[in-house]
């Protein structure tokens, strides 16, 4: 399907960091999303977790399962929208590579770790994964992306590390937008991990359908779905009730983007960066219902006590981690302590911690259970 002038292109490209050939037979976002999905940093998203710790259960939710549903509701919006889809494919798909361990616990404990040294922010390390961290590729450090994936995978970014970031990092500072790919990734993600996190929530009796029903976008649909198969069982109508609330929430997004397209009639993916405003967006009355469920979940069930006591246990395992590494950096593996002398030599004690940041993000759940086993446990005695 022809794009619309106000997607992004392989031709229009900004182009790559490191200059390249162009590939024979795909364009070069698809090698873009090719690169993520063959990095390692890709394949240890199915070992870590959002709300839910690894070992909890096996039905709940990675951060890989949560990434392939964003690409695919991603992918379906840009089709309607005749945006690219290799794009937001390929963002989508790189959108969590920085996360760390145990979701938004190992990222707060992470970045109280670094609070001296620049803070840790996921989304930023997202970027760092494929810019540098990353080393597969003879002519060039990282992934070498274009431009357009990664403007998409740096959703938000403070004015002091988005001026150290150049051309990528220009827009925080202007009040300026990503281009369309880059805002539905930004909406889809939150359509996406609202929804399992509905899911995985009452999958784990954490929550009720009954104490859901306070929040209106679960409620019409849940009312729907008993009306329409009253003896249906719960676990197929809780599915009936989540399908219907992602698809209401596409659907308005779409048909909002389009009036805002209309509207603005950007005839090119750079008239769509120099708006002041996003044109990707719900309407006000669904942004108030995707709200209000957000506001649900941050109250019942991320502060829930049950995902407390897995957060609280999750914190001080990487708290003690970084402590360790940080005083006795010959604990790490022989590759990290030599970025950790040559970094500590450029910048002190700041260049040292973020390696070992690196690496404490680069653990999956398990690794960092183990990691802390292996360092802390006194073997038991016979
Ligand atoms: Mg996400």
Redesign the pocket.
């Known amino acids: 399907m022809a794009l619309a002038p106000y997607a992004c292109s392989d031709s229009l490209s900004r182009g790559r960091v490191y200059a390249e050939p162009s590939p024979q037979y795909r364009d070069a976002f698809m090698r873009d999303r090719d690169r993520i999905v063959h990095c390692g940093a890709f394949r240890r998203l199915e070992y870590k977790t959002q709300v839910f710790i690894n070992h909890e259960g096996d039905m709940y939710r990675t951060r890989l399962t949560?990434s392939l549903e964003?690409a695919q509701i991603g992918r379906t919006v840009c089709r309607i929208l005749a945006l690219n889809e290799d794009l937001i494919e390929a963002i989508t798909l790189a959108?969590?590579l920085g996360h760390t361990p145990f979701g938004h616990a190992g990222q707060d404990a992470l970045n109280a770790c670094m609070q001296d040294y620049g803070g840790f922010e996921h989304n930023l390390q997202s970027l760092r994964v494929v810019d540098t961290l990353e080393e597969r590729y003879a002519d060039f450090p990282g992934l070498n992306l274009t431009f357009e994936t990664r403007e998409g995978i740096l959703k938000h970014c403070n004015l002091e590390k988005a001026a150290a970031l150049g051309e990528l990092g220009e827009r925080f500072l202007t009040g300026r937008q990503a281009s369309l790919e880059g805002q539905v990734a930004n909406l889809v993600?939150a359509i996406a991990?609202n929804n399992h996190d509905v899911d995985d929530g009452l999958r784990a009796g954490l929550l009720t359908p009954t104490q859901l029903s306070e929040v209106e976008l679960f409620a019409d649909a849940w009312e729907e779905v008993r009306h329409r198969y009253p003896d249906l069982a719960e676990r197929r109508a809780i599915h009936e009730v989540t399908r219907r609330i992602i698809n209401r929430q596409v659907v308005d997004l779409v048909e909002q983007t389009r009036r805002n397209l209309i509207a603005a009639m950007p005839s090119s993916p750079d008239e769509v960066r120099a708006l002041n405003q996003p044109l990707v967006a719900f309407s006000a009355e669904m942004q108030a219902q995707h709200h209000s469920l957000k506001q649900f979940l941050r109250t019942n069930l991320y502060r829930h006590y049950r995902v407390h006591r897995m957060t609280s246990k999750a914190k001080r395992v990487l708290h003690e981690l970084f402590d360790l590494f940080f005083e006795d950096p010959q604990l790490m593996p022989n590759q990290y302590q030599e970025r950790c002398r040559d970094q500590e030599a450029r910048n002190g004690r700041a260049g040292k911690a973020r390696v070992v940041a690196d690496y404490i993000a680069g653990m999956t759940d398990r690794y960092a259970f183990s990691e802390y086993h292996k360092l802390f446990t006194p073997p038991a005695m016979p």
Request: negative net charge; without cysteine.
């Open positions: 949560h964003v959108h969590d993600d991990y």
